[in-house]
């Protein structure tokens, strides 16, 4: 695989407006995010920006990022249409996109999202999980949930369904989705390409237009979620994590 790393992110937050830019010791929030992507050591490291403030903070640190439209939906939009921009030769098959909110998130976790991809020539999309041990977060609806079809011992399994619901019925584990996901080239052209899906607007889950269009993707487990900063509370407890670092 010839992967990159596309970290799309923007300023107009609704739930913390500016965050691509909040101070955290010292450095703006994408400055940590793109040197994780960085450590994750797997490709080119590119910043797909909807605002040109973002743009030159990564220019300075001398990274790469490109301007995109900041009207595009998602952040895999903003991730296809900086690829078009940067490599319209198609050097890079696999790409890895990298949540613009996830400062302390492991290089390990950013590398384990090819693993599915590796595992299974028809897996188009991988994605991570996580297990659910709290009964509450099992029934909170703001808990993605992930029918994850894997077999005992294995660390990777096909996702058949997302809900906001407890899926699926029975006794066995449950999972919860972590929203980063790494595609096949050709697999993001044809998901940013797709109609949203009734079921992702029933559900409002993104992903459910993939699986909805009968793309394969498959779910890579792992041990502890990654911080998204969403409110003031995960950016302090993003500073208080990365307060032990020089960078």
Same mark, same amino acid.
């Given at each position: 695989?010839?992967?990159?790393?596309?970290?799309?992110?923007?300023?107009?937050?609704?739930?913390? +407006?500016?965050?691509?830019?909040?101070? %955290?010791?010292?450095? +703006?929030?994408?400055?940590?995010?793109?040197?994780?992507?960085?450590?994750?050591? %797997?490709?080119?490291?590119?910043?797909?920006?909807?605002? *040109? #403030?973002?743009?030159?903070?990564?220019?300075?640190?001398?990274?790469?990022?490109?301007?995109?439209? +900041?009207?595009? =939906?998602?952040?895999?939009?903003?991730?296809?249409?900086?690829?078009?921009? %940067?490599?319209?030769?198609?050097?890079?098959?696999?790409?890895?996109?990298?949540?613009?909110?996830? +400062?302390?998130?492991?290089?390990?976790?950013?590398?384990?999202?090819? /693993? =599915?991809?590796?595992?299974? #020539?028809?897996?188009?999309?991988?994605?991570?999980?996580?297990?659910?041990?709290?009964?509450?977060?099992?029934?909170a609806p703001s808990v993605?949930?992930?029918?994850?079809?894997?077999?005992?011992?294995?660390?990777?399994? &096909?996702?058949?369904?997302?809900? @906001? #619901?407890?899926?699926?019925?029975?006794?066995?584990?449950?999972?919860?989705?972590?929203?980063?996901?790494?595609?096949?080239?050709?697999?993001?052209?044809?998901?940013?390409?797709? #109609? @949203?899906?009734?079921?992702? *607007?029933? /559900?409002?889950?993104?992903?459910? &237009?993939?699986i909805e269009h009968g793309? @394969?993707?498959?779910?890579?487990?792992? @041990?502890?979620? =990654?911080?998204?900063?969403?409110?003031?509370a995960d950016l302090e &407890?993003?500073? /208080?994590?990365?307060?032990?670092?020089?960078?």
């Open positions: 695989m010839r992967p990159i790393v596309i970290i799309p992110t923007r300023l107009g937050s609704t739930r913390l +407006p500016g965050k691509a830019l909040t101070d %955290i010791n010292g450095q +703006p929030m994408i400055a940590h995010v793109w040197r994780r992507g960085l450590e994750a050591d %797997i490709g080119p490291v590119v910043v797909a920006c909807g605002d *040109q #403030a973002i743009v030159d903070v990564i220019d300075d640190l001398g990274g790469r990022a490109v301007l995109t439209d +900041p009207t595009l =939906p998602t952040g895999s939009d903003r991730a296809h249409a900086a690829l078009q921009l %940067i490599d319209a030769e198609a050097a890079y098959d696999v790409v890895v996109v990298l949540q613009g909110d996830l +400062p302390t998130i492991d290089p390990a976790t950013i590398r384990a999202t090819m /693993e =599915p991809l590796s595992r299974r #020539a028809e897996c188009a999309i991988a994605t991570l999980a996580t297990e659910i041990e709290d009964p509450i977060e099992l029934q993605v949930k992930i029918a994850l079809a894997i077999h005992p011992g294995e660390t990777i399994g &096909r996702a058949v369904y997302f809900s @906001r #619901a407890m899926i699926p019925s029975g006794v066995g584990k449950h999972y919860h989705h972590v929203g980063m996901y790494t595609y096949r080239r050709e697999a993001l052209t044809k998901y940013v390409s797709l #109609a @949203r899906g009734v079921l992702e *607007q029933r /559900e409002s889950l993104e992903q459910l &237009r993939a793309m @394969r993707m498959d779910a890579k487990v792992i @041990r502890t979620e =990654p911080l998204g900063v969403d409110t003031l &407890r993003a500073r /208080e994590l990365l307060a032990s670092r020089s960078i």
